[in-house]
Nanobody, 111 residues
């Protein structure tokens, strides 16, 4: 059974930082790539970041230079380090593998 479980969301002031984690089970973690997506209220889901099995990363334009995706194969966890957070970053952040999604973690950035 594939499971993706996010953690680390919360409330932060603009300019602050948060780190999200996505614990993955049910697949061979090291052989797979993963993604972080977000959806703000009333807006469509958008790509935040991708990481391949080999560690190659890609980012959405709105987060480039501020967010970093990484992975720990031993811990079977994908991370999203978010710095210089802005109110427009407020959204539910979800971890993704193929057609599977976690339940999401709410990130709220206050101005």
């Amino acid at each position: 059974q594939v499971r993706l479980v996010e953690s680390g969301g919360g409330l932060v002031q603009a300019g602050g930082s948060l780190r999200l984690s996505c614990a993955v089970s049910g697949i061979i973690f090291s052989r797979n790539g993963f993604g972080w997506y977000r959806q703000a209220s009333g807006k469509p889901r958008e790509l935040v970041a991708l990481i391949s099995s080999g560690g190659i990363t890609n980012y959405g334009e709105s987060v480039k230079g501020r967010f970093t995706i990484s992975r720990d194969n031993a811990e079977k966890t994908v991370y999203l380090e978010m710095n210089s957070l802005e109110p427009d970053d407020t959204a539910v952040y979800s971890c993704n593998w193929q057609t599977f999604w976690g339940k999401g973690a709410l990130v709220t950035v206050s101005s």
